[in-house]
């Protein structure tokens, strides 16, 4: 059980659990969010919260502990980090190691998200005494899954109703309160295979995706930057992935891409709009999509001003994350954390024990000012 005597030893052996995303290759053995979820649900239960494990997948818990309250009926509040990363490999640095050196902790999770996660639970822990009085009744939720599906999230939007949801993520202690989505196409162009020394007998496969990627660069790329949202500029696609054919000397009947594209709050049309501009290039190119929505929150909510006092400024982000699953349920939530972003997701990951600390004393700040009424 971690038994930590600061916010750097108790981000350490966070790090030091592996909680790798199983989702493609995780470049480690140490996948899923079990273990972080167990170590999690005791050190909360220390704290006097009541916590428990909730599973969501076999294996792949969420851990949901509930603070003490002085009275029923308080709205909820709810501090939600999630408890997986991504894959470790071609990391440069032990991913597991939680090393301090140069007043930096480094590892995988150091920045996304075992570091805003450390700094929101010292913060509780540093604040028990007042937190029973407070105006809401406090909850944390360890989320699994968040990298890839947020099925965390969803299941606990589902299972739980809460009136403020703080997912944490690095942002360097800005409030994000609004963000793009990601929607994910998988396109499929299909042909003739024949002897490529007879090329007019067959159909390329690969020469129906070319005028596709090239309708995405110079004709649905410019009509979506004519597209603008106020905090968030214009939705973005970029093709990630291409794979097809089998053989040099084969007409390929198979391509297929992956394509990404960040989405705006508001814009319902955006499939519709693209799928039509490919298929006017590609009649016949099957079409699939993995949404991720975008978040609005007003930043004129009272907590979002609370936070502005504490010192943080309302922003936008072009990445997604758990908060906007909680924004569909008609939740206030936002996302924020110290850190920065720069470093999440990098072969080297970690976070200044400044900024760390930073995040401590934020939150603690936050929390008191959550006065009984």
Not at 27 to 52: H, K, N, P, V, W
Not at 57 to 68: D, I
Not at 207 to 225: H, N, Q, S, T, W
Request: aromatic share 6%; hydrophobic share 40%; with cysteine.
């Amino acid at each position: 059980m971690i038994s930590p005597t600061s916010v750097v030893e108790l981000l350490q052996a966070l790090v030091r659990i592996p909680s790798v995303n199983p989702a493609g290759d995780p470049g480690t053995d140490g996948i899923g969010e079990q273990r972080i979820a167990e170590e999690l649900c005791s050190f909360l239960t220390t704290l006097g919260a009541e916590a428990g494990l909730r599973e969501v997948q076999p294996g792949r818990p969420n851990v949901v502990a509930r603070f003490p309250s002085d009275r029923p009926n308080k709205p909820r509040l709810l501090f939600a980090p999630h408890t997986d990363t991504v894959s470790v490999a071609g990391m440069t640095i032990d991913p597991f190691g939680g090393e301090l050196r140069d007043d930096r902790i480094w590892g995988r999770g150091s920045s996304d998200t075992k570091g805003p996660m450390a700094s929101m639970l010292w913060a509780l822990r540093e604040s028990l005494d007042l937190i029973p009085t407070l105006s809401h009744e406090i909850w944390f939720a360890g989320l699994m899954s968040e990298e890839t599906g947020q099925y965390g999230a969803k299941a606990l939007a589902a299972e739980e109703p809460f009136d403020f949801v703080i997912a944490g993520e690095p942002t360097g202690l800005d409030v994000v309160h609004t963000h793009k989505g990601a929607l994910w196409l998988s396109l499929t162009a299909r042909g003739k295979a024949v002897h490529a020394s007879a090329p007019e007998r067959g159909e390329n496969a690969i020469y129906k995706m070319a005028d596709v990627l090239r309708c995405i660069r110079d004709e649905v790329a410019p009509a979506l930057g004519k597209v603008r949202h106020p905090v968030l500029g214009s939705p973005t696609i970029s093709a990630g992935v291409v794979r097809g054919g089998s053989k040099t000397n084969i007409v390929p009947d198979f391509c297929e891409a992956h394509v990404d594209i960040r989405t705006i709050p508001g814009d319902e049309t955006i499939l519709e709009r693209v799928s039509a501009q490919l298929r006017a290039v590609c009649s016949d190119l099957e079409i699939s999509s993995v949404c991720s929505q975008p978040m609005w929150t007003d930043p004129a909510h009272p907590l979002i001003s609370l936070l502005g006092q504490c010192g943080a400024k309302s922003i936008g982000a072009p990445w997604f994350c758990d908060a906007a699953i909680f924004a569909q349920k008609g939740v206030a939530a936002i996302a924020m954390g110290p850190g920065s972003i720069a470093q999440a997701h990098t072969e080297d990951e970690w976070i200044a024990v400044s900024e760390l600390q930073r995040g401590v004393d934020f939150f603690r700040r936050f929390l008191s000012g959550l006065k009984s009424g």
